[in-house]
Structure formats: structure tokens, C-alpha cells
């Protein structure tokens, strides 16, 4: 099947399969007499993979180690664990900063009144001052 197809069945745009070409999370694909790629099911199959590793917020290098680790079926899975556990840990750390920041940010919105002038802005003022 073209790009087009395997773009439509799997979800991803044409670009974000390129994309994953270049990174080399996908195989180049054979191409036709007319130099258009072709795909099969393993494309989907991966393409799939890929999107469900996204989803959860993986990185490129992540996902490359992940594939690397299903090319091994037989081996132990202890560092697909480990993988897991380190984006765990990134995602904890996230979670953090995103709850400080929303913090910051409440204090910032009650710094300031609707009723005031852009020269009198508690927020503008906030963000101004050095930490």
C-alpha cells in the first residue's frame, strides 16, 4: 500500500511517516518502478507501535531502544523495565514543574484585578522582577 493508505488506516499524517523514516523508527520502505514507497502490514503494525508509544509521551531515543529490544524476542525484558521506569521518573519530574508552574501562575492571576490599567498590571509587574 502507498503513503496515503498507511497514513489513513494508522492515524499518522504523511509527514509524521517520513518523519519516522528519517529517524530510523520505520524501515525504509521498497518503492515502485514510478518511486512511490510501499507498505505492509509490519508498517502498520509499527506505525501503530509507535503511536501508542507517543501517546504516552516517549521520546524518539526511547522508542528507537523499545524497537531495538523487540527485534530480540527471546531476551530478558528487563531493560524494556528499565526504559519504563527512567520515563517514569521523567514523567514525574513533569508533573512537578507542571504543578510549581500552575502555582506561580495562580499567584500571578491573583496579583492582579480586572479593574486596573495595563501600567498598573500586577501580572506584567511579576513577570518583570527578577527571581
Known sequence: MKIGDI??????SIQTIRFYERK???????????????YDQNAI???TFIKQCR??????????LLLANK?????SCDSVNA?????????TVKIEELIALKKSLKQMVNSCS???KIKDC???SNLTKLD
Open 24 to 38: 530510523k523508527l520505520l524501515p525504509e520502505p521498497t518503492r515502485t518502478d514510478a518511486n512511490y514507497r510501499l
Open 114 to 116: 480586572s479593574n486596573r
Open 45 to 47: 503494525e509499527r506505525l
Open 7 to 12: 497514513a489513513e488506516i494508522t492515524g499518522c
Open 71 to 75: 527485534e530480540m524476542p527471546e531476551e
Open 122 to 124: 500586577g501580572i506584567l
Open 83 to 91: 526504559i519504563i521506569d527512567e520515563h517514569l521518573q521523567q514523567i
Open 55 to 64: 501517546a504516552h509521551d516517549m521520546s524518539i531515543q526511547e522508542i528507537s
